[in-house]
């Protein structure tokens, strides 16, 4: 009996790491579902009928998939993939179970470790293909807004004219210019 009930805690604490690892698949390793106002609105049946719902944007309405609109903006291998990416992790965060139909699936250990170790291979090169995806569209953004910075920066008047650094700084802390001098 305290066997029984040791095992039923340990299938409740597996089941709270798979689920919190898939979670933290989904939204820290693959940047999906972070905007819970876009899917508030995509979990209300009729902003979803028709697979589209529209998006303010500076141009306008724009439409966008839910798969967009729940997941992420950007989706390099299509809504379709991304999702059967997503559901085929899910399954295999909990491939765990097989343990408990081990005898009736496997004609033995070695092959029910061979094929459990195989199910985690491919679930981590399938994980790989988001994570990678999602880390790319970080940088793309970073360098996005470096370059929108930078032109923000030559814009402003205080960088029009072609200066020395030693003058900017100088010109930051107030101190007066040693314009035709000799700088040290």
Known sequence: EKKATLEKILII?????????????????????????????AVVPETCAGGAIAVPTEEGLKPK????N?????????A?????????????RYSWLLRFVEKD??????IFIL???????????????????WENIKQNRAKEAA?????????????SEPVSAVAMVNRVQGAPSNKGG???
């Open 13 to 41: 604490l597996l089941v709270i790491n798979s689920t919190y690892s898939l979670a933290w698949d989904i939204i820290m390793d693959w940047g999906m579902m972070q905007d819970t106002q876009a899917m508030a609105q």
């Open 65 to 68: 998939t839910c798969a967009q």
């Open 70 to 78: 729940v997941l992420r903006p950007r989706l390099r291998f299509g």
């Open 80 to 92: 379709t993939t991304s999702i059967s990416i997503l559901m085929t992790d899910m399954v295999l």
């Open 105 to 110: 699936l496997f004609p033995n250990t070695d």
């Open 115 to 133: 094929c459990t170790q195989f199910l985690e291979a491919l679930r981590r090169a399938l994980w790989n293909l988001l994570r990678v995806e």
């Open 147 to 159: 370059e929108k910075d930078i032109e923000m920066m030559e814009k402003d008047s205080f960088l």
């Open 182 to 184: 000799h700088q040290s």
